[in-house]
């Protein structure tokens, strides 16, 4: 099965700040790497999928990259809005697996 | 608009089975892969169950296999998580997922509890 490592698990930013998220993985997952947001009692929400396509009604300050094991999602200008819990999924390879996720907190 | 809307979750002891149900509209329902995936309280994302869109082949995790069957009905627009033998840890909230899980349903409770 292939491990995703997601880091940090607890973030913490202000309002402007550019953010990262990093995800590895234990092998190559060719770029099939997908970015949700998460807020409280909703379903997660795609940002990104494929590593850098950025999901239809998604704003431009979120951006993905990576190749081979591994991946970062990017908020270049963080707003009020974007605060909840980030996972990466990867979906190459059967058992298709989800990071642990990141909790994002507005300062 | 794509609309995916999970029911049939609920209380149900261990070792009992229950069939969750997801009916799709605003897509070609017969044009996607769809899965399910769940969520413990308070804790991460677990992918249980996919499957083709013409249902010919599905996949599981050792978690899940052997207890749980996904299934659809092409024609009415509907997903299925047929779950058997359940445990305390399947108790979750279950999501239907489109394709390469692009769009998701708002979930359905699941607790498993004598």
């Known amino acids: 099965d292939i491990q995703m490592t997601q880091s940090p698990s607890l973030l913490s930013a202000s309002v402007g700040d550019r953010v990262t998220i990093n995800c590895k993985a234990s092998?190559?997952?060719?770029?099939?790497l997908n970015w949700y947001q998460q807020k409280l009692g909703e379903a997660p929400k795609l940002l990104i999928y494929n590593t850098n396509n950025l999901q239809t009604g998604i704003p431009s300050r979120f951006s993905g990259s990576g190749s081979g094991t591994d991946y970062t999602l990017t908020i270049s200008s963080l707003q009020p809005e974007d605060f909840g819990t980030y996972f990466c999924f990867q979906h190459n390879s059967w058992p298709l697996t989800f990071g642990s996720g990141t909790k994002l907190e507005i300062k | 608009e794509v609309q995916l809307v999970e029911t049939g979750g609920g209380l149900v002891q261990p070792g009992r089975s229950l069939k969750l149900s997801c009916v799709a509209s605003g897509f070609t329902f017969n044009n996607y892969w769809m899965s399910w995936t769940r969520q413990a309280p308070g804790k991460g994302l677990e992918w249980v169950a996919s499957i083709t869109n013409s249902g010919g082949s599905t996949y599981y995790p050792d978690s899940v296999k052997g207890r749980f069957t996904i299934s659809r009905d092409n024609a009415q627009n509907t997903l299925y998580l047929q779950m058997n033998s359940l445990r305390s840890e399947d108790t979750a909230t279950y999501y239907c997922?489109?394709?390469?899980?692009?769009?998701w349903g708002p979930g359905t409770m699941v607790t498993v509890s004598s």
């Open positions: 997922t489109r394709g390469t899980s692009d769009f």
């Open positions: 092998q190559n997952i060719n770029k099939y």
